[in-house]
């Protein structure tokens, strides 16, 4: 078993910057890649960014493209997802979730672990 811990969240002005944190623990030897997505309310819960874990090829959605950095510590087990200019339109419960599979990384099922999750609100 794998643990995710997010952190990070919070309310920001619209502008605004976050950092977002995810620490994984347990079995985390083997994994392949690390995600962030997100989910507004009574929407689908939708990919935001992947990071490989080993070579560090990073994907983004392009909602996010240029806005958005995703970065790993290897040491740390830690994934961060740096959230720039940000708009009303990000407002949403953000979640990690890691992988051992080496395909499906931009998707809701190619992931077997997930975080809690951590609230972000960027205000107008």
């Known amino acids: 078993q794998v643990q995710l811990v997010e952190s990070g969240g919070g309310l920001v002005q619209a502008g605004g ?28 819960r939708e990919f935001v960014a992947f990071i490989s874990w080993s070579a560090g090829t990073t994907y983004y959605a392009d909602s996010v493209k240029g806005r958005f950095t995703i970065s790993n510590d290897h040491g740390k087990n830690t994934v961060y997802l740096q959230m720039n200019s940000l708009k009303p339109e990000d407002t949403a419960v953000y979640y990690c979730a890691s992988t051992r599979a080496n395909k ?21």
Do not use: H
Request: glycine residues 14%; positive net charge; aromatic residues 12%.
């Open 17 to 44: 910057s976050l950092r977002l944190a995810c620490a994984a623990s347990g079995r985390t030897v083997g994994t392949a890649a690390m995600g962030w997505f997100r989910q507004a309310p009574a929407k689908e």
């Open 104 to 124: 499906n990384w931009g998707v809701v099922s190619g992931y077997n672990y997930w975080g809690q999750g951590t609230q972000v609100t960027v205000s107008s």
